[in-house]
Nanobody, 119 residues
């Protein structure tokens, strides 16, 4: 089992910034990738940004140029720096990790942290 603990959500005005953190612990045999997803009310969960163990990064189009994902491999921690926040960024943000154990990949999710962008 892998546990993911998120922090850093909150209320921010449009144009503001927030930094999310997610620390992974537990039976991490091989951490393939970590990332952030979000789910707004009435919408499906969507990928926001993800980063592989090799440093490859992928961003959703709406956040490109505003959000930056980074990772501390030694701490098994992933960060999401969110700048120029917009009301449409309001959602519950979930941390995700992909762990490989033998030939099987496992997905783990954090409990989520609320991000609200409002004046």
């Amino acid at each position: 089992q892998v546990q993911l603990v998120e922090s850093g959500g909150g209320l921010v005005q449009p144009g503001g910034s927030l930094r999310l953190s997610c620390a992974a612990s537990g039976s991490i045999v091989s951490l393939i990738a970590m990332g952030w997803y979000r789910q707004a009310p009435g919408k499906q969960r969507e990928m926001v940004a993800r980063i592989t163990s090799g440093g490859g990064m992928d961003y959703a189009e709406p956040v490109k140029g505003r959000f930056t994902i980074s990772r501390d491999n030694a701490k098994n921690t992933v960060y999401l720096q969110m700048n120029s926040l917009k009301p449409e960024d309001t959602a519950v943000y979930y941390c995700n990790s992909v762990v490989q154990n033998g030939l099987i990949l496992y997905n783990y999710w954090g409990a989520g942290t609320q991000v609200t962008v409002s004046s």
